[in-house]
Every structure is written in structure tokens, then in C-alpha cells.
């Protein structure tokens, strides 16, 4: 399980060997390298390891420099840029905001993200909120929850998410596994539950959203969307509906009133579980 911050001793001794082409970069990001070597020999179970130079770009306001590690027939990647660094091995990529002092190196993971074979998890731990991303194919579960923890979960924990959870099965996946954890100011907080689609010109879409305060939908918007017609009603429960119409085109194949009644029917629901 990955946390979300680590401390490690800012030792002299570094576990890396380089060609003496990339000394430069190795003297200006020596603490950098070191920290992410930490990593790296957790994930590939080695204390040394080569490094090598893949590219490195820079621009007036950025920089970023790309570094292969090599440890026999295992590969990571080190990327350096201005804000922040990244460590990729196999399905996962880890995002670190790194500092240090005389004694210790400081990591961050302000971002950890995998892929597997059916999805992609992305999780990040802000500002006191825990905000997660499942996508499978054209569309993305996020959950973004007022939460304060120091750990990551492990992917597997999302399984149960499919491409057919909707909006309410999100719903109880949020109640069952956060809201009894969170505390009763986080609780107060608004959580916010998403399904968007990506569209092939690379737009996305929500398609449903709510906004859960003390375990109770205070706020929603349902869509119908086919053949590129999108319907929408937003509103609160127990309150009058805005209905919003966007990509109509003629001809038009779908019964507008029949997809608003349905809409309309979900939203009188979205508090019955």
C-alpha cells in the first residue's frame, strides 16, 4: 500500500552508476535522484542500478528530463520536471513533490496512478480531500470526498466498479467504503459523485453528477445522452427541475418528452437508497 508521505535518510553513499555525459544533470538534481532511488529499489529489489539519459527539454518557464534506470531485464522511468517528479514501473506511476535538508529527503505522492488491463485508477490525496478516477473504456467514476487519510488504496479495491455502475450504485459505493469513516465535519462537507463520457473529438461530458452532503443528495444532474443529443435536468431534491437541451440536430430520432420524463422520475429517486 502506498502512503502519502515518506521520510528517508539523505545519505552520501547513491545507489546509481551514470555515464559521465549526464554528470550535469546527476549534480544539479543529486537529492532528486537519490529520493527517487528509493523507490526504484523497492519496486525493481535492487541496491544499484544504471542510469540513462532518454531526453531532456527545456523552455522559459519548464524543463523536463527523462531517465531510464536499468536493473538486468527490469525498467523504470524517472521524470524530472520543474513541479513535481515522476517515478513509472510497469502499470504504476507515482507523482512526488520532493524537498530535503542536511539529514533527510522528503517525498510527497501527491498522485499514484495504474493501469490495468481493463482500466486505469487515479488517485490523489489534496488538501484533506481523496479524489479517485476509474476509467474503463470512454468513461470515467470519479469520486472526490472530503477525507483525511495517509494512505493509498490499493486498485483492487475499486473492482466492484463496471461499465454498468451508475450514478446510485456509485452512490452506495461511496456510503459503504467512506461515509462511515468520515468524520462528522467531513461528512458536512460537500462529496461530489461524477460519471462523465469522453467524446471522440476528445470533449467530455457529464453525464451524471451529485452533490452528498451528510450522506443525503443535496444537489444532481441527470442526463440522457444518444446520438449526440444531450439532455439534462439540475436541480436540488424536493425543488423544481432546470431541463437543458444541447446537440439537437435535425432530424431528430429520440422523444425529447418521453427522456425528460425519465429524468424527471430519477431525480424524485436519487435519495431512496
Known sequence: MMKKEYIFKNIEDEPFIYDCKIKGIV????????LASYFIMAFLKTPRFVLELIKEEYSQNNFKIVLKVIVKSKQAIIIITSESLKIQYEKEELTITSNWDHEFLYASLNQYQVI?????ITEQILH???KIEIEI????????????TSNYLHPYYFASIKESTSIMDLKEFYKEHFFLKQTSFEKGLATTLCITKQLADSQKIVLDEFSILDGFVDKYILSSFNEGLLIQAIGKPNDSNKITISGYQVPCHTNINEEIERLLIRSRKVNFK
Not at 473504456?137 to 483525511?148: G, H, N, T
Open 116 to 120: 490495468l488491463p481493463d482500466r486505469k
Open 137 to 148: 473504456k470512454d468513461k470515467i467514476w470519479s469520486l472526490d470526498i472530503p477525507y483525511e
Open 128 to 130: 484533506h480531500r481523496l
Open 27 to 34: 549534480d544539479n538534481y543529486r537529492n532528486t535522484l537519490k
